[in-house]
């Protein structure tokens, strides 16, 4: 995630990192020279047949709407992403808060607490399709026994669960602390599960099909419009066009996958740090540094 | 559900497999055509009157909101319907450890969890309108007893209650226990709740007769309005905007029904095995394999 | 509602019933009519003075805004009723999950089902203004007692909870048993008052105002700019936009209530026996079928 | 709030109560009669300079969008304000329940349900800066005390934790019934903060100002572009277009503020008069009559 | 937040504070000049280029959507955080008639209330980046010992939890009330990992560069085709988009961050004073004076 304080005009106007330039100059370039082309053909060679701009108007509002959805969508999928973490944050410190208030101070607290700081980092392993076991295991060190299971972070909640039966059993938990601990895993559970849905489900993709294919239409058609209308300025409008088109379905394709480690995905990394650092601060040890950003980004 | 990482820009432009292309073609074609027939008419035969195409455009944007609204108001079901079996993912792999919480590894909890893969497949049974049957008995032995009632997965759930019941009899269920895993139920029949209501309450008929019907009109009225503005254009006008329309209407159809056993609609078997996976971890039994997408599709 | 499955071409171009063709054919009617006269006149008598199609596009676009809000918000209030019913069938059926639970299969457990049939049935007659009494005498001989109160559905909850505390005095149900039982109730209840909201609070009376004459105006003003953009296609333009004007606005007035027994309303009926058969099904008795459409319209 | 049922055609074209044509009847008539000022000095006197129709139209679509957004925010905090308060009814009704379920038809459930109608009528003269205090005092003779406080409404609800606390002393009340009442009594407390919310937070003051002036500047430039295009029509599509924007401003104005006691405000008096027949029925006196609309407007 | 009843028309038209005229007015000079510049040179020295209006309209109508994309993202953000606020209100109530349900009105009622009243300036110290520490140690003389920890509200809250494990070992504290008051904690700590999510996540930083790019090319075209459109009107007209386009942008850049110092932002101190007070109200002490708007600004 790209985090910038109040940038300046220029910074604005002429970023390139961050900004989606990279992966849309080909296209842009591409479009710009064939309005070029097809002017020097129509100015130079022959006519060509036109299409009126209004046309083409109707037909862009239309496209613009259809792109508006899908970015919309991409939108949502990342900031629901986001809310996910953060409930999952605020369940960490609650969790630790409960067990104090029910448990106590007893090695048990540290023991759940720091499997679930392994939680967190299997669960963005899981997310990303990276290999988080080295952190897990720096967290928890008996993160072994559950980061091989099919589900890492839901194997890392059962164990915590093993952890409550025990402590139930011998006495030191009661019935209402068992309740209530257990359902902060619940919670933690829903979010997990909340994350794999947006992980696992993408955009339906004739969505895709359809707004790429319409924009590439789109722009092929456009300069037919553009000789009259715009005169020299032709393949400067279609660069533009090209640029807001493209630029936006380009955005969209990164926000809709909130967990890949892109430039404007979410900041996993980071976010597993807030959660070691609530763990070390409920139990009075040295709390890690936050992860800083990195050139403007956080991982 | 489509599942495809990062397709190259040919399979975007070109893909048949997952467009709606097939479903339009028919129309697309006999607009394209049509659109031809009225060009050569006006070029030959006789002029024939025109409409502005500015009228046009009015229609058009007023078409794309429309569109637009019935396109969001399908997605919106679609991925409820997904959220919805998400949360019961949870909720399953959240009943394995509060059964481990409150019970213990005995025999109760695994016929508990037994039967609540049965109530998936029952579930998805009932919404696809197949038989699940042989799935949940392959899950659940004991389900005959209730896959024969009204509503199946119902009569699961009050299968389980009855096994709280005797549980909490045998004292070996406390109160708090009984609560918490009787609202984990409660949960689950919350979402079976929202499956069915999305099942059973399509979008308003009218909708898609007030869409359907002004489509067709704007499309035969459009190519009287294409013979000055778009010359020999006109015919392939003609087709992008049938591809357009027609095409988002395909896809609102697709999408508005998400249990479906469509292209576009939700993998409720490769769900189903997500909740297998989450019993047979919890119950330290071997898991099956996670299903894998069939042609980039899955089911 | 109609529940019609993937009606053929033909019946949707043509279908009445379920359209809303028939509420206003006679404005379409009139403005065609109308926009005929005009054309007439200026072509045979005076010449009209014009308006421009483009001031009218402008005009047509910010128009469709505001249908397009309007009908978002019908729809919202139609969506979020059925949600209600949804989460009214799934709190019936984990009620009688829970006074399994909680109570076990005795007499008072039967007695609180039946009255939430006779609650339900009772609901539908307060939100419908019609007379339920009947099927909630049928549901529940004891329902006399509080069919005749001020608010009917609430006196039956209320009814439930007496059980409730009686049951509890005579040591039958435990104090979280209560807690949890008597938190489904409350469930019901803000359901019912969701329902009761819907169908007091219409959207503000002004929008319809606003949306209505707006477009009588537009579609009086429509002709004088057809004259020269449409030409004999005048009549046919002028007919297109006010079927997508007042249709539009049509199916917004029913969606708007979605609990008038109207052809798009909600199928409270259905719903009912939807509840009906959940409690049969609970108490083992042999429960009815569950209501078709009749004419493909489910009451 | 208005309310009527199925208003005739004339009502709805000519109604003049509850259409915002009062208050922007000035701004109308005003810009109608500079319209055809202008278009008098251009025919006249001498050719004034021109502006595109065109380019009014994407300015007149642009402010649309900006007036939609602004009119979906009002109508959004107008219909959470009347969801606040359904549930605050509900949230009364099953206070009543849960007060017979754990503590049984005792004095002291009186005494906290004739609070909580006090706790209404102060809530409602907070959000309306009016004194309710003399319908508190009806309520609930005990009103006084807690009337006089900062936030009085609250102050009502601590009043009923006292009882509980009293109760629980006396050992009238279980642990587990205290949680359940407590926690209705959190549900009121967070109806009531939400509607404090919207009392105190109005949209943000800079869209306001944004959009009136945007509409000034908006009707000031538009003759300039109808004297071509619109003709003698140019003073009629002035006073359309300002009807549409400066009404829509004026509702839009109107639900942003919905406690206030206006014409679209909700029905404050008619929902505590709900609350208070709900009181008496639980306490089996007799409820007093729903208030009935005044001129088809329900206070 | 700006906090004006019914200001005047002249107020609205003319209000230089709450407007953001001036962070706007150096780009609205420049594009004002800017656009008289290119008209000067095409009448008097030599014919330039044109783009034709319509053109500029599709263009235009699609950055109006993708601002308005932008405008409702970053209002939903400022709303969000007004709610999370507003619940953080509601539960600091709650909290205190919780205290006196379960714990009667013994010291440590007072200490935790006086706690909570510090978390929530050292919360607000949090967003702001600001340090809140003096009045943190107002609201509680304790606050020294967790204000200085890496997450100061959340040490807060855990420094709470304390208390309470310390208040049920003295046994006078019940399992359940222990439960009840952890979860209104857990409740206030959602809320805080809520607005932490809103303070340290902005809109993705490409949104900024897509818009703000399109804007100025948006601004430098346009002359090219007011030329013929607008005549001596094109200054006023340029003038007038770069008002709208820049002015909701600098909207939206203030609105995404709601808990910044500015006079958009939201009233944090007032908020905390609420609080302050219902600390105050419940404890019988004397309550401090609500903050009062300063300029028509509550800070």
């Known amino acids: 995630m790209i985090v910038r304080d109040a940038p ?16 849309t100059a080909p296209k842009i370039l591409f479009f710009t020279l064939y309005a070029a082309a097809i002017l020097w053909i129509d100015r130079s060679l022959l006519p060509l047949p036109q299409v ?39 369940d960490v410190r609650s969790l630790a808060r409960e067990l104090l208030v029910f448990l106590g101070a007893v090695p048990a607290r540290a023991r759940v607490l720091k499997t679930v700081a392994a939680f967190a980092h299997l669960h963005r392993g899981w997310l990303r399709q990276s290999d988080a076991r080295a952190e897990a295991l720096r967290a928890d060190p008996a993160a ?20 409550l039966r025990a402590e139930a059993e011998a006495g030191r938990l009661s019935d209402i602390g068992r309740r209530a601990l257990s359902e902060r895993l619940a919670s933690l559970s829903l979010a997990q599960a909340g994350c794999e849905r ?36 032709a393949p400067l409008v279609a660069a533009v066009v090209a640029y807001v088109f493209f630029g936006l379905s380009a955005v969209t394709d990164e926000l809709e996958h909130p967990f890949r480690d892109v430039i404007n995905g979410l900041p996993l990394d980071a976010m597993c740090r807030v959660i070691e650092i609530a763990v070390a601060e409920a139990l009075d040890e040295p709390a890690p540094e936050p992860l800083q950003p990195v050139d403007g980004v956080l991982s």
Chains 1, 2, 3, 4, 5 share one sequence.
């Open 144 to 163: 072994a026994d559950f980061a091989a299971r099919r589900n890492p972070p839901d194997a890392a909640l059962r164990q915590i669960a093993e952890v």
């Open 52 to 90: 009126s701009i209004a046309a083409m108007g109707i037909f862009g509002i239309a496209l613009s709407l259809f792109l508006g959805f899908r970015n919309n969508a991409a939108y949502d999928r990342w900031w629901e992403a986001r809310k996910l973490w953060g409930g999952m944050i605020a």
């Open 198 to 233: 947006i992980a696992s489900s993408p955009l339906p993709f004739v969505y895709s099909l359809l707004v790429l294919r319409t924009s590439y239409l789109y722009c092929a058609l456009l300069p037919f419009a553009l000789i009259d209308t715009a005169g020299w300025f």
């Open 8 to 23: 300046s005009l220029p910074q604005l106007l002429f970023a390139i990192r961050g900004s989606i330039i990279v992966q």
